[in-house]
C-alpha cells in the first residue's frame, strides 16, 4: 500500500494550497477506505485536519480548520484532496493523509491503518 502526498509548499497568510494523496496497492478497493489527513508541527503531537467517508458524502473537521479547509475525493483516480484557503502561520506543518479500512468517517489516528509521508506546508506571515 502506498499513499503520496503532494502540493505542499510555502504560502502567504491568506493564501490558499491543494494538497493531493494518490493511493495504490490496496487489498481492496479505494472507495472500500475512508481517508483522513493529519499534520503534525515540530515538537507538536500529530493533530487530525480532515477525514472522508468512503463515497464522500460524510466529512468531518476540527474547528481549527472548520470553514477554511475542505477534503475531497475522485475514487474513479484513487486520489483524496485537501483544499486549504486563508491559511495562517499556525498552520504550518508536515501534512499526511492516512486510509482506514472503513466506509464511516474516522477521526483518530489509532483508526488509520496506511500513512504517508507527508507534505510540508509553511505559512509565513
Known amino acids: 500500500v502506498q499513499l503520496v502526498e503532494s502540493g505542499g509548499g510555502l504560502v502567504q497568510t491568506g493564501g490558499s494550497l491543494r494538497l493531493s494523496c494518490a493511493a495504490s496497492?490496496?487489498?481492496?478497493?479505494?472507495?472500500?477506505?475512508?481517508i483522513g489527513w493529519f499534520r503534525q508541527a515540530p515538537g507538536k503531537e500529530r493533530e487530525f485536519v480532515a477525514a472522508?467517508?468512503?463515497?464522500?458524502?460524510?466529512?468531518y473537521y476540527p474547528e481549527s480548520v472548520k470553514e477554511r479547509f475542505t477534503i475531497s475525493r475522485a475514487n474513479v483516480k484513487n486520489t483524496v484532496y485537501l483544499q486549504m484557503n486563508s491559511l495562517k502561520p499556525e498552520d504550518t506543518a508536515n501534512y499526511y493523509c492516512?486510509?482506514?479500512?472503513?466506509?464511516?468517517?474516522?477521526?483518530?489516528?489509532?483508526?488509520?491503518?496506511?500513512w504517508g509521508q507527508g507534505t510540508q506546508v509553511t505559512v509565513s506571515s
Open positions: 496497492g490496496f487489498t481492496f478497493a479505494f472507495d472500500d477506505y475512508a
Open positions: 492516512a486510509a482506514s479500512y472503513s466506509r464511516g468517517v474516522a477521526t483518530g489516528a489509532y483508526e488509520y491503518e496506511y
Open positions: 472522508i467517508s468512503w463515497n464522500g458524502d460524510s466529512t
